[in-house]
């Protein structure tokens, strides 16, 4: 017995020591952390006169755990993708410039138009079909107001199917394309209200010929296209990838773990990802010159354009471009037997189409608006050629002063966009058209 208790004590000295030892080196090591943060501390103050800033260490790994964003940013523009201002995600097509992101946009079609319903759609007893097309003022009111133009156009007897067929930032040609496209897939039409302008003298200045960018190609095509990669540009993408996304673990790794607490870890992640942003900017700075020479040449700027310089002769060049578009989908339409209705898009900064008080024009005039003087030397020949397309047999009004006789508020930006009541005046000049038309059939 005695012989036995004495074996047991002999096994179990070896484990006891071995667990002092564990237990020892643990306290050692902590310890040691914690001396190594108590020095870092006191050296932090002594140097900097002040205690260290833990806060805007975390906030600095915050920033850089969200790293990757830039690298996603960058992807996007691989993939022809854009997102407005209005966060609406635009993808790149092959045949109307670009469209809305059929999967990352709510209510939008399979075809890439903010709508309820897909192509094709087709006429049927009893039911009036309408396409609206144009920019961002038209998708307002083919949407927003969708009931107001039902209204208007219910006094016809029948049910109305409103489609749209416009983009904010659409212009010329693009709803001529977005007509054929559209028609290319089946779809039959009754009616198509075709509401621009405005776009058409606006963005080819400002968004195209500012940028060496042919003015008839979509606006910022140059920016659209620049995320396209040659091989070169597709290697030094994954270099920069792997490069963010590696900062961007290290950051989440310590933040999750809350080593940011540590003055230690902070100071050993600074040193780290000062390396890691060093090398991201490098790769940053050789993707953009491998994808600017990528893109030099015809992709970004299309084909030459020798436009006037002169802006009389420049606006009517532009101007004559829109007459062109208009009456091509009149003849289209008229090909379709399709009515064909072209509204020329009201806006405020046209010369006396606007009583304005303080309010309003607090929030929708600004004198110093970039878009104005291209409105202003612009929109005089939009209404020339309007005259001449009405000449020509197109069913062409010229809305720029539909709101001249009323005070109260209309226009809710300072672009060009209008409230409903706006849009409601807009749909009972359409359905008095079309009443009148339907009279003398």
């Given amino acids: 017995m005695s012989e036995g208790l004495g074996v047991l004590v002999a096994r179990t000295t070896p ?3 071995c667990a002092k030892h564990a237990a020892f080196s ?29 806060a805007a260490y975390r906030a600095s790994m915050e920033r850089a755990a969200d790293a990757g964003r830039t690298t996603n940013l960058e992807r996007e523009r691989a993939q022809g993708l854009w997102r407005t201002e209005g966060q609406a995600v635009e993808v790149v097509h092959p045949y109307l410039g670009f469209v809305q992101h059929a999967e990352l946009n709510p209510n939008t079609s399979p075809q890439g ?33 969708r009931d107001l133009l039902v209204t208007a156009l219910k006094p016809l007897g029948r049910e109305v199917v409103v489609v749209n067929l416009a983009v904010g930032g659409y212009k010329q040609p693009q709803q001529l394309l977005a007509l054929a496209w559209a028609l290319s897939l089946g779809s039959q039409f009754d009616f198509v209200l075709n509401i621009d302008g405005f776009n058409e003298v606006v963005l080819p200045v400002f968004d195209n010929l500012a940028h060496g960018v042919n003015p008839y190609y ?29 900062r961007a673990a290290w950051a989440r790794r ?11 870890m902070c100071l050993l992640w600074r040193t780290s990802d000062l390396a890691l942003e060093r090398e991201s900017a490098r790769l940053a700075r050789g993707l953009e010159e491998a994808r600017a020479a990528g893109v030099a ?11 006037p310089s002169d ?16 009456l091509q989908m009149h003849r289209l339409c008229e090909a379709n037997r399709i009515r064909y209705y072209h509204f020329l898009q009201p806006n405020q900064y046209v010369e006396g189409s606007k009583p304005m008080r303080c309010e309003e024009r607090a929030r929708a005039f600004d004198e110093d608006h970039f878009y104005r003087p291209s409105v202003i030397q612009g929109y005089p020949w939009l209404r020339r050629h309007g005259a001449q397309l009405a000449a020509e047999g197109v069913r062409f009004t010229d809305l720029t002063m539909i709101f001249s006789g009323l005070e109260r508020p209309i226009y809710i930006d300072d672009c060009c966009h209008v ?3 706006g849009y409601g005046l807009i749909a009972d000049e359409l359905g008095r058209m079309a009443r009148a038309d339907e009279a003398l059939r």
């Fill in 113 to 145: 138009f903010p709508m309820y319903d897909p192509l094709p759609v087709s006429r049927a007893p009893g039911r009036l079909v309408v396409g609206v097309l144009g920019g961002s003022f038209a998708a307002g009111f083919s949407l927003d107001a």
């Fill in 311 to 326: 802006p009389d002769r420049l606006y009517d060049t532009l101007a004559g471009q829109w007459h062109t578009c208009s």
């Fill in 15 to 17: 484990r006891l020591g």
């Fill in 26 to 54: 643990v306290a050692a090591v902590v310890l040691g952390l914690i001396a190594a943060e108590l020095l870092a501390h006191l050296g932090y103050l002594a140097l900097r006169r002040t205690a260290f800033p833990r």
């Fill in 254 to 264: 310590l933040l999750h773990w809350r080593l940011d607490r540590s003055v230690v």
């Fill in 218 to 246: 979509p606006r910022a095509w140059d920016k659209r296209v620049a995320g396209f990669l040659t091989p070169d540009s597709a290697r030094r993408l994954a270099s920069l990838t792997a490069a963010a996304e590696s």
């Fill in 419 to 421: 409230d409903r009541f």
């Fill in 297 to 307: 040449g015809f992709l970004a700027p299309g084909p030459a354009v020798d436009m």
